[in-house]
């Protein structure tokens, strides 16, 4: 093994890690056969601090490869950053994104280099959904949510690639450097992301593979996936705007109106209980609600835990009892003043949310970076 490697940097192979130990070894000799000597490359391992160690395998790997290295975050979770984050440690002239399970056909790479450097194209894209490409084995519900998730990059985001899903590309440096101010850096889907976020046209080299099968250890992929791509979307139309932040907060608490109004009618169509006992059972719950799954998601990063959590609760009741009383007063004084109900509800509302979402995100979730190991 070269302990020199040839420079410039070429090529800088970014693929983000949580629990891939069965996985990291057998990816790194497959890259050397395809990627070869002669050529500047490097491979970039970002893991998110593994539980199952995965950094301290690649940190043993790189002791007989020196093409490999491993950044490490601590408290920190999320594909998409991570890549973006590997991407920024590197001085290469060109990126590949690529997956640790050997779910990605490797063998592409060359091929997605040549796009690059010889046929001028932007970026090469693997592409499940084009002839001499397929998803493997998927469930037909995973098949059915990525053509919908596909579908709405398209029509929202006016994203023309046929697989913006993929998790398997190359792409420029100029192309990154170009979108990266910009980058939401949300989830699991990168590549929406960048390509939302470039301003000029890319010159785009749509690649086919077989998407593989997963032998060693298992998807991260959950229901959160999906919300943090409606987030990215939302983000991408209205981040301009309104934080995505906000939005979210504000995503949860329209599912609580929903929660409120099952209690309420539960309690008053069911069980015929006094109107002012229900209504009070379907703040308290709907409150519940809304902490909990705000915790899980918006402020996933700021999750609380244990003690804290039982404490952020009592503080989050507190807060949007205020907010509560905040929107009633403010929709009755311009009640009392103008006199339309439609519009003086709808600003109560606007009112108690902003106080909600500014005083929970200051009293609740305020600096709380987590540690906790592989978190
Ligand atoms: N650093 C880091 N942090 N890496 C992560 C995290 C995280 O929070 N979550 C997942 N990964 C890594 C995994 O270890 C793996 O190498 C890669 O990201 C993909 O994760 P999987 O859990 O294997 O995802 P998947 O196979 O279900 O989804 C893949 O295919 C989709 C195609 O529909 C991904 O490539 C998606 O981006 C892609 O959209
Ligand atoms: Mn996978």
Redesign the pocket.
């Known amino acids: 093994m070269p302990t020199t490697l040839p420079t410039p940097l070429k090529l800088a192979v970014v693929?983000?890690?949580?629990?891939?130990s069965g996985?990291v070894a057998v990816l790194v000799d497959k890259l050397h056969e395809v990627l070869g000597a002669d050529h500047s490359w490097e491979i970039i391992f970002?893991?998110?601090d593994?539980p199952d160690g995965?950094s301290s395998l690649i940190r043993q790997l790189s002791e007989n490869h020196p093409r490999v290295r491993c950044l490490r975050?601590i408290g920190?979770?999320?594909?998409s950053?991570?890549c973006t984050e590997g991407m920024l440690s590197s001085s290469a002239s060109y990126f590949a994104i690529?997956?640790?399970?050997l779910?990605?056909d490797e063998t592409k790479l060359p091929e997605m280099l040549r796009a690059l450097e010889q046929e001028g194209y932007d970026m090469a894209v693997g592409t499940?959904y084009m002839e001499g490409g397929s998803?493997g084995n998927w469930q037909e519900d995973?098949i059915q949510t990525?053509q919908v998730a596909t579908w709405m990059s398209q029509r929202l985001l006016g994203l023309r690639v046929k697989d913006p899903?993929?998790?398997?590309f190359m792409l420029r440096r100029e192309v990154f450097e170009g979108a990266v101010y910009k980058l939401s850096g949300i989830g699991?889907?990168?590549?929406v992301d960048l390509l939302a976020s470039s301003r000029r046209d890319l010159r785009i080299k749509e690649i086919p593979f077989h998407?593989g099968q997963?032998l060693e250890?298992?998807?991260?992929?959950d229901t959160r996936?999906i919300w943090d791509y409606l987030m990215l979307l939302a983000d991408k139309r209205l981040g301009r705007y309104i934080p995505i932040q906000l939005i979210s907060f504000a995503t949860v608490g329209s599912l609580g109106v929903l929660v409120h109004m099952l209690v309420l009618f539960l309690f008053m169509g069911i069980f015929h209980g006094a109107f002012m006992v229900g209504q009070v059972a379907a703040v308290s719950i709907s409150m519940v609600f809304n902490f909990f799954v705000n915790n899980a998601l918006t402020y996933r990063d700021k999750k609380l835990r244990g003690l804290s959590l039982i404490w952020g609760l009592l503080k989050f009741m507190l807060v949007c009892s205020v907010g509560g009383a905040a929107n009633v007063g403010v929709a009755s004084w311009i009640y009392d003043d103008m006199g339309y109900w439609l519009v003086s509800g709808l600003a109560g509302i606007l009112v108690g949310l902003i106080w909600n979402y500014a005083a929970t995100s200051i009293l609740v979730w305020s600096n709380n970076t987590k540690t906790t190991k592989g978190a």
């Not at 693929?15 to 891939?20: A, K, L, R």
């Not at 920190?76 to 594909?79: A, E, V």
């Not at 899903?165 to 398997?168: A, R, T």
């Not at 699991?188 to 590549?191: P, Q, Y």
């Open positions: 693929i983000p890690t949580f629990n891939e996985n970002v893991d998110d593994s995965t975050r920190r979770r999320g594909l950053s991570a690529m997956d640790a399970d779910q990605h499940r998803v995973r990525s899903m993929s998790g398997f699991f889907k990168l590549l998407f997963r250890g298992e998807s991260k992929l996936v």
